[in-house]
C-alpha cells in the first residue's frame, strides 16, 4: 500500500483497513488544524492506484478484512461514480467488509445531494465522519469553516435519509470565554436538528503554524479553562433532546464521557459535576500540539 502526505484517522477506525483514496484537503483553510497546511496539495488519486492497493492488501492481510477506511482529509469530495467503483471494488476483494468510511466536510456532501447520497450507500458506503465543529454561524466564519449551520443540518439530514450512519464531531471551547454559551446553545440546535448516529467531543488545543494559535498568542483569542471547557459541555448537553451515543475517545479532552443520550444524560451531567469539584491543576496541562 502506497501513503502520501499525512495520514489520519478517527480512534474509532484504530482497527480498519487504510487504502488512501484522496491526497491532502479540498478545502484546506480551517484557522484550527494544520494538518495539511504545507502540504501536499488536494488531489484524488487514480482509480487503478487505488485498486492496485486493495489487492495488494488482500496479499498481505487475507480476505478477513472487516473495516476499511479511505483517507485523506475529504474523500467525499470525490467524484460519485468513482467513490462508488472504490466500494464496490473493495467489497468484491474483501467479501466480508462490514463497514466502509470515509471524512467529508458538510460543504461538500451539501454539493452531493441527497441522490448521489443514495447512490454511495447502495454501493457500500457505510459511514462518514464529519467536523460540524459549531453550530454557531459566528463561530463557523471565524474558523474559516466554509460552511453554515443552515448547510450542516441540510448534509446532515440527508446522510442520515441515505442510511448512512453519521458521525459528528464537536469541538468544545471553539469559541472562546467570549462565545462559550452561544457555541453550546448553537450547537445543540444543529445536533438536535440532524439527530446524527454519533456525537464525538474534542477539546480545542491551538495547533503549531495555525492562524488560532496566533489569535490566542496575541490575547484576541481567549481560551477556555478546564472549568470552562466542562461548564460548556454540561450546558451543551442539557440542551441535546436527541437519541445519539456521546463518545469523548480523544485525547485533548478533560473528561472522559461516554454514554447513550437520552437515557445516561443525568449520569454524564453528574461526572461533570463531580469534576468541577476538581482542582483544576489536576487536569491535563495546556499545551500547543503538533500533529
Known amino acids: 500500500m502506497r501513503y502520501e502526505g499525512p495520514i ?3 480512534p474509532s477506525e484504530a482497527d ?3 487504502i488512501q483514496a484522496t491526497v491532502g484537503c479540498p478545502h484546506n483553510r480551517c484557522t484550527f488544524c494544520m494538518v495539511y ?3 501536499p496539495r488536494f488531489r484524488i488519486r487514480d482509480l487503478t492506484d487505488i485498486e492496485a492497493d486493495l489487492r495488494r492488501a488482500r496479499e498481505v492481510h487475507g480476505a478477513d478484512v472487516r473495516t476499511l477506511f479511505l483517507p485523506a482529509g475529504n474523500t467525499i469530495v470525490m467524484p460519485t461514480d468513482a467513490l462508488c467503483t472504490v466500494c464496490r471494488t473493495a467489497r468484491l476483494i474483501f467479501p466480508n467488509l462490514e463497514r466502509i468510511t470515509v471524512y467529508g466536510s458538510s460543504p461538500f456532501i451539501h454539493r452531493k445531494g441527497p441522490e448521489e447520497l443514495k447512490r454511495l450507500a447502495d454501493a457500500g458506503l457505510t459511514r462518514i465522519h464529519v467536523g460540524l465543529e ?5 463561530i463557523l466564519r471565524r474558523i474559516a469553516k466554509g460552511t453554515s449551520s443552515r448547510q450542516q443540518i441540510d448534509a446532515g439530514r440527508w446522510v442520515m435519509a441515505a442510511g448512512i450512519e453519521l458521525s459528528l464531531y464537536v469541538i468544545l471551547g471553539i469559541g472562546g470565554q467570549v462565545h462559550s454559551e452561544s457555541h453550546a446553545l448553537e450547537t445543540a440546535r444543529v445536533l438536535n436538528a440532524i439527530a446524527p448516529d454519533f456525537t464525538r467531543l474534542r477539546t480545542f488545543v491551538p495547533k503549531v503554524g495555525t492562524p ?3 489569535d490566542v498568542e496575541t490575547g484576541r483569542f481567549r481560551m477556555l479553562d478546564p472549568h470552562g471547557v466542562l461548564r460548556e459541555t454540561a450546558l451543551l ?5 436527541i437519541s445519539t451515543l456521546l463518545t469523548s475517545d480523544h485525547y485533548t479532552n478533560y473528561l472522559n464521557l461516554e454514554g447513550c443520550l437520552p437515557q445516561d444524560k443525568e449520569r ?3 461526572t461533570i ?6 482542582n483544576e491543576s489536576s487536569f491535563r496541562p495546556f499545551f500547543v500540539g503538533n500533529q
Open 268 to 270: 454524564l451531567l453528574s
Open 16 to 18: 480498519s483497513l487504510l
Open 37 to 39: 497546511k504545507n502540504g
Open 212 to 214: 488560532l494559535l496566533k
Open 134 to 138: 459549531s453550530g454557531d454561524d459566528r
Open 273 to 278: 459535576a463531580t469534576a468541577l469539584r476538581r
Open 237 to 241: 448537553l442539557r440542551h441535546l433532546k
Open 8 to 10: 489520519y484517522r478517527p
